[in-house]
């Protein structure tokens, strides 16, 4: 029997009509925290590898949204969802001291408008009716997706398109129709089919994003609030 089946014989003995051995249990449980980490370390070790160039990339292009008094928006469904009201808090209330807020807004965040659009019309539409309604040219649009299919995020990647934004997208797996369908500028793919090593690296994604766009904005600093108030002509960022 291999290792692999008998850490499954231990963790459940009554598939194979036995009774449960604690002590074997105990050191299966172990093995496996073992194991999750060691391959959560290894999955990021290589996306960041093989990806740092397209993160400074997609960096740079949320850097000139706020250059040119934009703003990003976010979205996702289920969990990410929730690493999509993460990108934006990160965004709003900077916790390193010194850095600026900057205007970013999660669209899954409306309960109401969400609740609205889905019964009326349809889920596929509950981001393409707040872009209508708030997106301009020159916003940026994030989307979170550990398969790349989700068909309301893409639906909105059209409508972000026609409206001028620049477009991101943070997905799994193969990429799925979000990579394929040429409508996200910046797309960053985690190569596993584990749903929780995806979402593990798409946070470490975000924070390391939110850091670098504070880097390339270090020269605005002081003024970039007031410049958001005030929506002043564009810059231009160096690269």
Sequence with gaps: MSDTATQLKALYPFLHGEKKNRAAEQDALLESVRQKANHSVSVKQHFFTDNAETIVAAAQAIAQVYLNHGRMLSMGNGGSSCDASHFAVEFQHPVTAGRP?????????DTAMLSAVGNDVGMQHIFVRQLEAHASKGDGLIGFSTSGNSANLLAAY??????GLVTLGLAGSDGGDMLSSGLVDHCLVVPTDS???VQEVHVATYHILWDLVHTLLADQRGNLASDHQHREGPHEICR
């Excluded at 807020?101 to 965040?109: D, E, G, I, R």
């Excluded at 059209?158 to 409206?163: G, L, V």
Aim: hydrophobic letters at 50%.
């Design 158 to 163: 059209r409508k972000a398109k026609d409206r």
């Design 195 to 197: 749903i929780h090593r």
């Design 101 to 109: 807020a900057l205007p970013a807004f999660n669209l899954v965040m």
